[in-house]
């Protein structure tokens, strides 16, 4: 009879899942949600984690940014330094006595060719100050030189690295002119009797050349 009733209890008792404690032993089964909190929390932490990553990010392409920023100022401090002597260029070019000679050379032709005003542009600081544009022309055209008989270059010589000196003659008139370097350029400067006549005024210089039969 004791092992009838067993059997039967065994047939009527419900099947067991494999890890739960038989019933009425006092455990009660694990619980997932447990489990599941903690996976969540888990996971949650991860996303959180997330935000640390982006102002990493932020903050490398911040200094990225920066960087570039610094890099140009740099760069345009530099440039601005080199402009003065042109970019990409080297030092400054330095004066040719070859260029003063064909200053000279440009100062005769438009004189023996009536190119007056044109004749006086070429001219130094000094040379302008003895006698203005306007009064060079009307010099030249009340008192109207030879035209067309060339000035004659006869010889250079470099007094010093700004300053050469050029003897000329024109028919059997003759002179010595100086061609100085001044503000980056080759400026004719005729001889020192004709700047002391210049000195004079125009209106001088007029009467005593028509005096001495010298006007045209």
């Known amino acids: 009879m004791r092992g009838t009733r067993l059997r039967a209890a065994g047939r009527g008792a419900m099947p067991q899942s494999e890890g739960e404690p038989p019933a009425g032993s006092g455990l009660e089964p694990a619980d997932d949600t447990g489990d599941a909190d903690d996976a969540g929390d888990i996971g949650g932490g991860r996303r959180r984690s997330s935000l640390p990553s982006t102002a990493v990010g932020w903050a490398f392409l911040l200094a990225v940014v920066v960087a570039v920023i610094a890099a140009n100022s740099l760069l345009a401090h530099w440039s601005a330094k080199a402009r003065p002597h042109e970019v990409g260029a080297g030092p400054p070019a330095q004066p040719d006595p070859r260029q003063a000679t064909s200053v000279a050379q440009r100062e005769f032709g438009l004189l023996s060719g009536g190119g007056w005003a044109q004749a006086w542009q070429l001219w130094s600081v ?37 300053t050469v000196s050029v003897a000329w003659h024109q028919a059997s008139a003759t002179g010595t002119a100086t061609v100085v370097y001044e503000n980056g350029a080759w400026r004719f400067t005729p001889d020192a009797q004709a700047l002391a006549e210049y000195r004079q005024g125009a209106d001088s210089v007029i009467a005593e050349r028509k005096a001495a039969g010298r006007c045209r």
């Open 126 to 162: 000094t040379a302008r100050s003895a006698l203005s544009q306007d009064d060079f022309v009307r010099l030249n055209s009340e008192c109207r030189p030879a035209l067309g008989v060339p000035y004659i270059i006869d010889s250079t010589a470099s007094i010093d690295d700004t």
